[in-house]
């Protein structure tokens, strides 16, 4: 592991920030206390994961989306916003538990994966589709994140109302199934746009839509599995239960799709490689 002092000040302060809101959840949690602190803390590590983007981004002067260090900033970063989203619209505090976690887990990974280069991209890839295809993607998965959550709280609170912890899960009338499938229609178009704008590029560079890449299977599988859920959730015996279970494991297969298939011995050489 690089040494701590390597790191970029604003990035170890997002990181020590989003551990300590963490821990604050935790604790408030067990005492039944309100979250403001917590919140606080979340906010704090947001404008320093802000601020560390556009540092990056300034002193390389390119979007720092093209390594995977730069990807897993990139990727608290995405899910914290989509916290603030979802608090704005349910008041649900829990969720920052889990967000916090998160991202604090996030960063501590991307402290074995250093690379403060800067990363000298083929010039087939140098293109306008770069940054929409990065960001409809990575906004797409902060937005399914949030659907994981609110699915693993509907599985523990199927019904809200009867729940003590007022502070902790706001409104008594959240539906977290119905909260679950708004946030995968959301991120289903996020990431469909994503892959239509893949697809256009990969066109543009190799002549050709779709190589085959490990990643873009299973950013299709993927793709395929959530589109799965928005067609059965329509019927009554795939609503509830069954569609939290399948929300959780859509996200587990975004998970794939972003880190898993880097370590197959196919990814190497492959176009969707991190470099």
Do not use: C
């Amino acid at each position: 592991m690089t040494d701590w002092n390597a790191f970029s000040a604003l990035f170890k302060t997002t990181l020590l920030l989003y551990a300590a809101a963490a821990l604050v959840y935790l604790i408030l949690i067990a005492l039944r206390r309100k979250g403001t602190l917590a919140e606080l803390l979340v906010g704090l590590a947001f404008l320093a994961n802000s601020a560390d983007i556009v540092r990056a981004w300034m002193a390389t002067g390119h979007p720092p989306f093209q390594t995977l260090f730069q990807s897993l900033v990139f990727f608290s970063w995405s899910v914290t916003f989509f916290f603030f989203i979802t608090r704005l619209l349910t008041r649900v505090r829990l969720i920052g538990l889990f967000t916090t976690v998160f991202a604090a887990a996030a960063l501590a990974f991307a402290l074995g994966k250093p690379d403060f280069r800067e990363v000298l991209m083929p010039p087939a890839l140098q293109s306008v589709w770069f940054i929409p295809h990065v960001i409809f993607y990575f906004f797409g998965y902060g937005a399914l994140f949030i659907s994981f959550v609110t699915a693993l709280l509907h599985l523990r609170f199927p019904q809200p109302k009867t729940v003590t912890l007022n502070h902790w899960l706001g409104y008594s009338e959240v539906n977290f199934e119905r909260f679950t499938y708004n946030a995968i229609r959301f991120g289903f178009f996020l990431i469909t746009l994503g892959l239509f704008v893949g697809a256009v590029w990969a066109e543009s560079a190799w002549s050709a839509y779709w190589s085959w890449d490990p990643k873009e299977n299973w950013a299709l599988i993927t793709w395929l599995i959530y589109l799965a859920y928005l067609h059965l959730r329509r019927r009554p015996r795939w609503q509830g239960k069954p569609a939290a279970i399948f929300a959780i494991v859509g996200f587990a297969a975004v998970i794939v799709t972003y880190l898993g298939v880097n370590y197959l011995p196919s990814i190497a050489g492959a176009l969707h490689a991190y470099q």
